[in-house]
């Protein structure tokens, strides 16, 4: 792995944990020489991680529709800064570019993505690890919903089993790296 998406929110909510948690990846980030590929916003949490990472001159690749450039949410600081038409070619790319795919607390943009890196590992589309950085419990709540689909039938335990959760950025970037693709023939729920 050499470049990490990282979804995570246009704000840094209420709770300063979340901003520490975000630095505390992004320092870990650099211990290991990793590059960021984001939304390429400069509020909230991605403002703090891109700001930490280009402060340790580690590249930074942000990916951006024009509508955000045009209210002055871009970060021009970036290593390369990637504008492109719609919120889907953004999405797209950042997939295409990461080797693996870590969701920070956010909003409903950071659970779209989320799920779209779920749904594509499921179908094959991409083979590449993905993480909930469970900063204080945040995503306490969607692991519990998570499950409960599982023993409802509607989401194979193997593909929720591809899910690497953790409160520790350092256990997921090495589960990361360790990470082996599983293409599964058919995800009948059992």
């Not at 499921?122 to 689909?149: C, E, M, R, T, W």
């Amino acid at each position: 792995m050499k470049k990490i998406t990282v979804y995570c929110g246009s704000n840094k909510g209420k709770n300063p944990a979340y901003e520490q948690g975000v630095l505390a990846l992004a320092e870990e980030m650099i211990t290991r020489d990793l590059a960021l590929v984001y939304g390429a916003g400069n509020v909230g949490l991605m403002g703090v991680i891109a700001d930490a990472m280009l402060a340790a001159g580690k590249d930074v690749y942000g990916i951006i529709p024009q509508k955000l450039v045009d209210i002055e949410v871009a970060h021009i600081g970036c290593t390369e800064l990637t504008i492109v038409e719609t919120m889907r070619d953004r999405k797209w790319l950042m997939a295409e570019r990461g080797d693996g795919f870590i969701a920070m607390p956010g909003g409903i943009g950071t659970f779209e993505e989320l799920f779209e890196i779920m749904t594509l590992n499921q179908l094959a589309y991409i083979q590449k690890p993905l993480a909930l950085y469970n900063v204080n419990g945040y995503y306490d709540g969607l692991i519990a919903f998570l499950s409960h689909a599982t023993q409802e039938g509607f989401l194979h335990k193997a593909q929720l089993d591809l899910l690497i959760v953790s409160s520790d950025p350092v256990e997921i970037l090495d589960k990361m790296a360790g990470f082996e693709p599983k293409y599964i023939e058919k995800w009948e729920v059992k």
